[in-house]
Nanobody, 122 residues
Framework: QLQLVESGGGLVQPGGSLRLSCAASGLSLDYYSIGWFRQAPGKEREGVSCISSSDGSTYYADSVKGRFTISRDNAKNTVYLQMNSLKPEDTAVYYC???????????????WGQGTQVTVSS
């Protein structure tokens, strides 16, 4: 079965950058849509960015458009989220997820990683 492991989180100052990675094992990501979701304390999990498995179409939440970029490297079985110009409100646990049958960037996908903490603070 598909397993996902996030990495790259940490503490960064406002305006800084981080790149999150989601490494897959067990199955190839070639046939899965991939999403990045986040959940801040006391808030619901929300879709941040998603990318389809077929045509590569992408979705970005309004709050991150122009700052975040999702990409996939099927040869490495890895998905990335490049986060630039980070703001304190980006602080959350970030999760990657995969789904073979849908491309709707809402947090009800089939496979999930354990999450990685991103903290944006001075």
């Amino acid at each position: 079965q598909l397993q996902l492991v996030e990495s790259g989180g940490g503490l960064v100052q406002p305006g800084g950058s981080l790149r999150l990675s989601c490494a897959a094992s067990g199955l190839s990501l070639d046939y899965y849509s991939i999403g990045w979701f986040r959940q801040a304390p006391g808030k619901e999990r929300e879709g941040v960015s998603c990318i389809s498995s077929s045509d590569g179409s992408t979705y970005y939440a309004d709050s991150v458009k122009g700052r975040f970029t999702i990409s996939r490297d099927n040869a490495k079985n890895t998905v990335y989220l490049q986060m630039n110009s980070l703001k304190p409100e980006d602080t959350a646990v970030y999760y990657c997820a995969a789904d073979s049958t849908q491309y709707i960037c809402v947090p009800n996908w089939d496979y999930w990683g354990q999450g990685t903490q991103v903290t944006v603070s001075s």
